[in-house]
């Protein structure tokens, strides 16, 4: 088996727009939630998101969007994109800079693309209006292209050169971590020498307000207290959107071209609970599962996990679960890594949620920093006993653990460590 390392990473967040400024609102630990424009309607109980600065793709049209000024995209290619294409095209073309891969590497055969979406529901919603009201012919040519789950595959494979390996991923918010988990495993057994993997979503009215209809949002109407993962007055998660890239790669090719690693990827671990379409298992037996396997099969003891980056979303089950199953995989407190949920910060990126966080924990490994979990006031009980960090703390986390929880029971959990 080979070593796999992460050679590259981008990210279009509410926390910031590049490594720099992520980096600095992690360890400062300033979250990017704002009251939301399109939700001002009273009609509309939700009222914050983790919303995408310097971005406005509030346009149908993808010619009238604006986004920074160091991305040039043809038109051609903005007009097969949805708003989370755009998002990934930025991404993904800051870890492809920042892995210093050059134009012929990315499209050698070696070297494939494993992307995580939902699709756009604006787009999906704004064609089909189209058809039904004016007739099939007054689609788009591109709209399926731009709209369906697919989207993020067909674009960047084409746009891109891609002639390696390359799938999209659903399933709900663990999809990046399965995109992350099948790319390590491509690389593991010598079938690619790298491959890209990124995943984002939109943020807007049509991908966040309907997760309010299963009362999972939080009606709260102060940013500061919206988003709090393991607090006890949670009440729901606050939604974002935009995009998140990695790029994984083989860890001798990387040597020799020169690449300084952020992380070895160690391994990874899956698993599902069999439970319900939409609650997490009661006592999170598949996150159970699937740490213990990615412990496994990683081959680190669950002694050696210094820090992890939870899924807790801030809702009142989802949490729970996730509290109890860390009990379990770290013996009720015999071993004490420390644990933080940056969701705080962020919002929960449903699709894009797993890469983004695996994202910052090769950051903390790199820049030796643990980001506290913010905005805790209250402690859940039921997490007496676990080392919730409140603050960031400045020490070194050699091995890491970022875990993901999707509708269906779907989980997943990964393990980097310091090179």
Not at 208 to 217: C, D, N, Q, S, V
Not at 311 to 327: M, N, P, Q, V, Y
Request: with cysteine.
């Amino acid at each position: 088996m080979r070593r796999v390392v992460v050679s590259g990473i981008g990210f279009v967040t509410s926390i910031g727009n590049d490594q720099p400024t992520v980096l600095a609102n992690l360890r400062n630990l300033r979250h990017g939630i704002e009251l939301f424009p399109d939700f001002a309607s009273e009609k509309i109980p939700v009222k914050v998101v983790g919303t995408i600065k310097d971005f406005d793709t509030s346009s149908y049209d993808a010619e009238d969007w604006s986004y920074p000024s160091e991305y040039r995209l043809k038109q051609e290619l903005l007009r097969s994109l949805s708003p989370h294409g755009l998002y990934a095209y930025c991404a993904l073309m800051q870890a492809i800079e920042d892995a210093a891969l050059t134009e012929d590497e990315i499209s050698d055969v070696s070297t494939g693309l494993y992307t995580a979406s939902g699709g756009s529901m604006s787009m999906i919603y704004r064609h089909l209006d189209l058809m039904n009201r004016k007739g099939v012919l007054r689609c788009p040519p591109k709209g399926i292209i731009a709209s369906v789950a697919g989207t993020l595959n067909f674009n960047l494979v084409a746009h891109f050169k891609i002639r390696g390996s390359s799938s999209g991923f659903v399933s709900a918010c663990s999809s990046s971590g399965h995109a992350l988990g099948f790319a390590f495993n491509e690389i593991a057994t010598g079938r690619q020498q790298r491959v890209l993997v990124v995943g984002a979503e939109d943020c807007n009215v049509e991908s966040i307000l309907p997760f309010a209809g299963m009362r999972l949002l939080s009606l709260s109407r102060d940013p500061d207290r919206a988003s709090i993962p393991f607090d006890k007055n949670r009440n729901g998660f606050v939604g974002t959107g935009g995009a998140a890239a990695m790029i994984l790669e083989d860890e001798e090719c990387a040597l020799l071209r020169g690449v300084d690693p952020y992380a070895r990827f160690k391994g990874w671990g899956q698993a599902s609970d069999g439970y319900h379409v939409a609650i997490s298992h009661p006592e999170g037996e598949g996150l159970r599962v699937a740490m213990e396997q990615a412990l496994k099969f990683s081959e680190v003891s669950r002694a050696d996990i210094d820090y992890v980056n939870a899924h807790a979303t801030s809702t009142l089950t989802g949490d729970l679960s996730e509290i109890l199953a860390l009990k379990e995989v770290f013996h009720n407190g015999r071993y004490r890594p420390a644990i933080s949920s940056t969701k705080a910060l962020t919002g929960h990126g449903i699709s894009l949620a797993s890469i983004m966080e695996a994202g910052f924990s090769v950051l903390t490994i790199k820049r030796e920093f643990m980001p506290g979990s913010a905005g805790i006031e209250i402690l859940e009980p039921e997490a007496d006993g676990l080392n919730i960090i409140r603050e960031t703390q400045e020490r070194v986390a050699k091995t890491v653990m970022s875990n993901s929880s999707g509708f269906g029971g779907s989980n997943v959990s990964l393990i980097f460590e310091k090179i």
